[in-house]
């Protein structure tokens, strides 16, 4: 049964540092992986998915990493800004249903 | 975009009215579910439906029922509402094989008194 994990729970930093979100699985016969950013009182939005075949996926100030092997995915996120405070979700699938992470809580500090 | 829309961002109700959600995708998506979101627990899948009138029970069904009468429509039900279904409740949809992940909603906050 697939497992997600993300470690640490809550982080934060000072305006313009890199920081690496981690996401680690159980199961690497997946499909993909995706990850999400939830503001307080909202829904979830997709920033990033990787399929199974690739290693990475970069969107702007983003970039997501694959490992299937060792079963880990890392959110890279450069320069942070206080518009980056969030919470961070990881999501994958074996089959048509993701399981989630719950989430590390990012708090960038102006 | 894919969008999906949940009909409404706030909700309050009473002890044992029945409360009805609504859920519409506009992308033909094959895959819809429904998730409720606790403090400190995640998310937790309550159904979803991977066709027309067909639907299968997820993590924490007690309580709840849908309905998915066309491709584009996904309804979750609470037969007679209690306050511990005060919470987040979360809408997705995906392809039959999610190859391009998930496509959530805003979110409807029910709060039970």
New interface residues.
């Given amino acids: 049964k697939q497992e997600v994990t993300q470690i640490p729970a809550a982080l934060s930093v000072p305006e313009g540092e890199n920081l690496v979100l981690n996401c680690s699985f159980t199961d690497s016969a997946i ?2 992986l ?1 990850w ?1 950013r939830q503001d307080p ?6 920033l990033l ?1 990787i ?1 199974s075949s690739q290693r990475e996926q970069t969107s702007g100030r983003l970039n997501a990493s694959l490992d299937k092997s060792s079963g880990r995915s890392t959110l890279y996120i450069a320069a942070s800004q206080p518009g980056d405070s969030a919470t961070y ?1 990881c ?1 994958t ?1 074996g089959t ?3 399981i ?4 590390t809580r990012l708090k960038v500090l102006a | 975009d894919v969008k999906v829309t ?1 009909s409404s961002r706030y909700l309050v109700k009473r002890t044992g009215e029945k409360v009805f959600l609504e859920c519409v995708q506009d992308m033909d998506h094959e ?1 819809m ?1 429904w998730y409720r979101q606790d403090p400190g627990l ?2 937790r ?1 309550i159904y ?1 439906s ?1 066709d027309v009138k067909m639907k299968e029970k997820g993590d924490i069904p007690e309580g709840y029922s849908v309905s998915r009468e066309k491709k584009e429509r996904f309804s979750l039900i609470l037969e007679s509402a209690s306050t511990n279904q005060t919470s ?1 409740y ?1 809408c ?1 949809s ?1 392809l ?12 409807t ?1 029910l709060t039970v008194v």
Avoid: C, E
């Fill in positions: 499909y993909n995706q999400f009182g909202k829904g979830l939005t997709s998915l399929q979700l999501a699938s048509y249903k993701y989630f992470g719950t989430g | 949940q895959n579910f995640g998310l899948l979803f991977y987040m979360l997705a995906s039959v094989i999610p190859n391009y992940g998930y496509t959530f909603g805003s979110g906050r």
